[in-house]
């Protein structure tokens, strides 16, 4: 079964930093581009960065730009996100996505985690 499955979630205070991890089970995510999104209950799920296959271009939503970096270990199979600066809404579930080219439109991703919950408050 083809699938990711994240980790790295949790409670932190503001101004503080989480790495999420995302490692593709099943299949080599090496030619896809990956991305991360975020849901609020309520809410849209929102894309937070994305990363190419080929030349390991990241791009990030206003939101986050400056303060989230997206990364990638193909060798393990694997995406990062490293989050400095939490603020509190920036909580949210987080989910990793693979697809085929890296974009915030979460219709053009194939593959999906189940999500990791992050939670910044004092």
């Known amino acids: 079964q083809l699938q990711f499955v994240e980790s790295g979630g949790g409670l932190v205070q503001p101004e503080g930093s989480l790495r999420l991890a995302c490692t593709a089970s099943?299949?080599?995510?090496?030619?896809?581009?990956l991305g991360w999104f975020r849901q609020v209950s309520g809410k849209e799920r929102e894309g937070v960065a994305s990363i190419s296959s080929s030349d390991g271009c990241a791009y990030y939503s206003d939101s986050v730009k400056g303060r989230f970096t997206i990364s990638r270990d193909n060798a393990e199979n694997t995406v990062y996100l490293q989050m400095n600066s939490l603020k509190p809404e920036d909580t949210a579930v987080y989910y990793c996505a693979g697809g085929l080219i890296p974009t915030m439109e979460e219709v053009l991703y194939d593959y999906w985690g189940q999500g990791t919950q992050v939670t910044v408050s004092s």
């Open positions: 099943g299949f080599s995510s090496r030619s896809y581009a």
